[in-house]
């Protein structure tokens, strides 16, 4: 914004400064030809005036200009650099950087080319890793937050979707509002699902996004809320404001991806109005289940769930490094998943088709997540 207001000034100096000149002319010429000594002092000043104008206007419009050029010479030498290290990321981000700083004198048919062809790079090339940190692995030993950072200065593309489900109950508890659970998702009526949302959106995401800038990383907080991110509906009235996903639109993560920051998610869902009678618009979404859905529509490249168990575990508790489809139903089937790890399966199930690599994990050992990526992660991968 500040460089088109400048721009514009500058552009209405040069107007003023020709305007000026060109009354001064005319005066000057008045005052000549009736012999007016006032009309050619006048016609004089007008002139100067004008010329003075118009040198100023010009000289800061090129000095913009030359600044911009500079900057993208070296965002350039930047981007030719990158790409012999082989990192592509971050190429085309100083590529962007580059045609960004001659916005104001591009043709905007060509600006918007570029974008248009920045979204298909995008969509084609990069492949975003899902991360689903759960409220019991923030703790003082993990370093789910550092490897995040560092994952984004990799080139990489975290997204962070959280849970709290640990701060929501005890500020439940607080209110003396009672809980409960099915299948691992809480049953929620109106008044607890305004301490959900006021709990997940506001204190948990801002603290984790103040923690990730703490880092140096670069986050912007955000519910599955903003910008209808998630649409859900009811579909279980007997455990009340609980959404089952209709639909993820994905463009609010790419755009923040494409800014250059890590999205921190909130779960929550939006409602569309004029579905029900309810005005509720506002619904409960389990994390681990916006995960999954998150990671499909983005056709992510990892998915991965951080827990606070070692992984998942069979009848005799012990973990499961590698599990089918079908292993996974039957274990969620016979009563050996349950509580809060049933939708983490689920969700792992549902992405199965669309994501390249699932997993569950401990996430209170050190490196845990970026030895995950790395392909070297503990818990059990589902494939």
């Known amino acids: 914004m500040a460089k088109s207001n400048s721009g514009s000034s500058s552009g209405k100096g040069v107007v003023f400064g020709i305007g000026f000149a060109y009354l001064g002319i005319v005066s000057l010429g008045i005052g000549l030809y009736y012999d007016y000594l006032t009309a050619v002092f006048l016609g004089l000043a007008l ?23 500079a900057n993208l010479v070296f965002h350039e030498k930047i981007a030719i650099i990158y790409s012999y290290l082989g990192k592509q990321q971050e190429q085309i981000e100083h590529d962007r950087q580059a045609s960004s700083e001659f916005e104001n004198w591009v043709d905007p048919s060509l600006k918007q080319e570029f974008q248009e062809l920045w979204q298909q790079f ?12 759960g409220g019991s692995t923030l703790g003082n030993h993990d370093t789910t937050l550092r490897d995040v950072v560092t994952l984004q200065r990799r080139g990489l593309l975290p997204v962070v979707i959280h849970g709290g ?9 607080k209110m003396g509002i009672a809980t409960s659970f099915v299948r691992g998702l809480r049953v929620t009526d109106e008044e607890t699902l305004r301490v959900v949302i006021a709990v997940l959106a506001g204190l948990v995401n801002k603290e984790l996004v103040a923690a990730v800038n703490a880092l140096h990383g670069k986050a912007i907080g955000m519910s599955g809320i903003d910008g209808q991110l998630i649409q859900a509906k009811i579909e279980r009235p007997g455990i009340g404001y609980v959404g089952e996903v209709v639909k993820i639109n994905p463009e609010p993560i ?22 029900d009678k309810d005005p509720v618009m506002l619904l409960n979404i389990n994390g681990d289940v916006s995960a999954s859905e998150i990671a499909v529509a983005l056709k992510a490249e990892n998915l ?37 790890m049933i939708p983490k399966v689920e969700g792992c199930l549902r992405a199965l088709s669309s994501v390249s690599s699932i997993q569950i994990i401990d996430g ?20």
Do not use: C, H
């Not at 002139?47 to 050029?69: C, D, K, P």
């Open 364 to 383: 209170r050992s050190e490196g845990a997540l970026l030895a995950a990526v790395e392909g070297n992660g503990n818990g059990t991968i589902i494939e």
């Open 304 to 340: 991965i769930f951080l827990t606070d168990v070692p992984g998942v575990q069979d009848s005799e508790g012990k973990v499961l490094r590698r599990l089918s489809p079908a292993e996974a139903r039957d274990l969620i089937d016979s009563g050996v998943i349950t509580g809060g």
């Open 122 to 133: 995008f969509e084609r090339e990069t492949k975003p890793v899902v991360i689903k940190i």
């Open 165 to 173: 489900g640990g701060r929501v109950t005890e500020w439940l508890e």
């Open 47 to 69: 002139v100067a005036a004008g010329i003075t104008i118009y040198s100023v206007a010009s000289v800061g419009n090129s000095q913009r200009q030359i600044r911009a050029m």
């Open 254 to 275: 790419i755009a923040i991806l494409s800014a250059g920051y890590i999205p921190v998610i909130a779960p929550g869902g939006f409602k569309p109005p004029g579905e």
